[in-house]
């Protein structure tokens, strides 16, 4: 398995309030290759802060992450839907996929890189 943490630059809001990104991704090869992603976000103060998980088979190309990012930072209600709590430093607390309950756990083969 091979995972890799982007952060970001961050952005800032009509109302003048920065906005903090951490892009994860993870590939592993099973019976054929495949991917997660999650998209770590939050404010200066870390009192709004969520993440946004693809599952395999619903990752997006990164481009789509960069559109994601400006429209968590524009819309409340979006940011909203995927707020919850989230342990800092990130790589220590999310380090594999399957931290978060919603993921379902990664079934190794022998044979696959870690």
Not at 4 to 26: A, D, S
Not at 39 to 56: A, H, Q, R, T, Y
Not at 75 to 97: A, M
Request: net charge positive; glycine share 6%; proline share 6%.
């Amino acid at each position: 398995m091979i995972a890799r943490w982007n952060e970001e630059k961050p952005r800032q809001g009509k109302n003048g309030e920065r906005w903090n990104f951490t892009y994860w991704h993870l590939v592993w090869t099973s019976d054929r290759t495949k991917s997660a992603q999650r998209l770590f976000f939050w404010n200066e103060k870390k009192s709004e802060c969520g993440v946004v998980i693809f599952p395999p088979g619903k990752t997006i190309h990164y481009s789509r992450i960069r559109s994601l990012m400006e429209k968590l930072v524009a819309d409340r209600e979006l940011r909203t839907k995927y707020q919850r709590d989230i342990d800092f430093p990130l790589e220590r607390h999310y380090p594999e996929y399957g931290a978060f309950p919603e993921e379902r756990p990664v079934e190794l083969q022998q044979g696959d890189a870690l």
